[in-house]
Structures are given as structure tokens and as C-alpha cells.
């Protein structure tokens, strides 16, 4: 096992998210590969506009925890093929701190799709936010379906392409972290 820290973030505050289940699946993987983890979750850091003054007091433990990590995984919702706006709300919140770091996305879905466009988009925004983006992505589709009560996922496929993201991003990250402290 890493000691690297990869933190996951829960991109969706809307209530009745099914996405929640799927993020706490990642997050008990993401422990098993890595050890050192935590769920951020958007909900706790409400934004309602970007460059309030006055954002959440706890805005700052964001900032701390996304400064620690050496990498993360996204779990997002496609919504009208987009990310939520209160994802990018706390993504806008910080800037240096994803620098040259892997992101890895897992998206959610109700539909046949799978939220393919949604990690598309993300891509686009984690390269300006100059993150590295994964090539694997892991795609949920049919969420009722995909995934049990206790929150795990029905077939082994979308296990295996969750290992296969994360062990890309376990390369990523065991490259750029020294490679960040060396510059
Ligand atoms: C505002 C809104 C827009 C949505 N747009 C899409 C979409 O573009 N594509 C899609 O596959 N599902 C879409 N959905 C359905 C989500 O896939 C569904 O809610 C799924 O459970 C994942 O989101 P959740 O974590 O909010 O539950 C949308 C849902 C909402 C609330």
C-alpha cells in the first residue's frame, strides 16, 4: 500500500443523490489501494457565487485538504450533459493548490450513457485547473441498477475499471509527487 493521500469528491448536493452511494463504494476502494483517503463532500461547502468574500468558514479545510492530496477522484452526476454548478463553484474556489496532480473520474447516471459527457467536460476544466486528467473513467449507467443498497456495484466490470482508473492514477501520482517536491 501508497502512502500517498487521494482523497474523493462527492460532486452533487442535490438531496436524494444516488451518487452518494456510489462515492462511498469508491471511497472504501480508494482506502483499500491507497490507505489514506476522505470524502469531500460539495454539500458540506455551500457557494453561491464565485469570489464571494464571504464563503463558508470551512472553506479553508477544503483548501488544507485538497493542498494535502497528492491526487483525486471525482464522482460526479451528469446533469443536462454538464457537471453540477456547485462542483465548479468549490473547484473555482481554489486554483495552485491541483496543480500538476491526477484526477481520476467516475461518473453517474440514470440513463444508458453513463455520464461519458459530463467526465468530457471535467476534463476540459481539470486541464485548466492544471490537473492531470486519467484516461480511464469509470462510467455508471442505470444507477438504481448498478449499484446495491449496501453500495456496492452489480458486476465486476465496473470494478475492474475502477482499479484500472486507479492504478493509473497511483502511477500518476507516485511520478508527480516527488517529482513536485523536487522542483
Ligand atoms: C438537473 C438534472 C439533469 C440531469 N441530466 C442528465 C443528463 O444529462 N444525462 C443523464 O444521463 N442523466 C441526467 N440526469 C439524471 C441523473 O443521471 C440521475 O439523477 C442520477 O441518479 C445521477 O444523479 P444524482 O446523484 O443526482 O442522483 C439529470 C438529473 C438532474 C437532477
Do not use: C
Not at 21 to 38: C, I
Not at 135 to 161: C, I, K, M, Q, Y
Request: net charge negative; hydrophobic share 45%.
Amino acid at each position: 500500500m501508497s502512502d500517498l493521500f487521494i482523497p474523493v469528491l462527492l460532486g452533487t448536493a442535490r438531496p436524494g443523490r444516488q451518487s452518494e452511494l456510489v462515492a462511498a463504494h469508491v471511497l472504501d476502494t480508494v482506502k483499500q489501494r491507497f490507505g489514506q483517503t476522505e470524502l469531500i463532500d460539495v454539500a458540506d461547502f455551500p457557494i453561491s457565487a464565485t469570489g464571494l468574500t464571504e464563503s463558508p468558514e470551512n472553506l479553508d479545510r477544503y483548501r488544507e485538504t485538497v493542498g494535502a492530496a497528492d491526487g483525486y477522484v471525482l464522482v460526479v452526476p451528469e446533469y443536462n450533459h454538464g457537471y453540477p454548478g456547485e462542483l465548479k463553484l468549490l473547484l473555482d474556489a481554489e486554483y495552485h493548490a491541483y496543480g500538476r496532480k491526477p484526477v481520476g473520474f467516475v461518473s453517474v447516471s440514470s440513463g444508458m450513457i453513463g455520464g461519458a459527457r459530463v467526465v468530457e467536460q471535467l476534463r476540459l476544466v481539470a486541464a485548466a485547473l492544471r490537473m492531470v486528467p486519467v484516461s480511464p473513467a469509470v462510467h455508471v449507467s442505470n444507477v438504481a441498477e448498478a449499484v446495491t443498497a449496501d453500495g456496492r456495484f452489480t458486476s465486476a466490470s465496473l470494478d475492474e475499471v475502477l482499479a484500472e482508473m486507479l492504478a493509473e492514477l497511483d502511477w500518476f501520482a507516485s511520478a508527480l509527487t516527488p517529482a513536485r517536491a523536487a522542483s
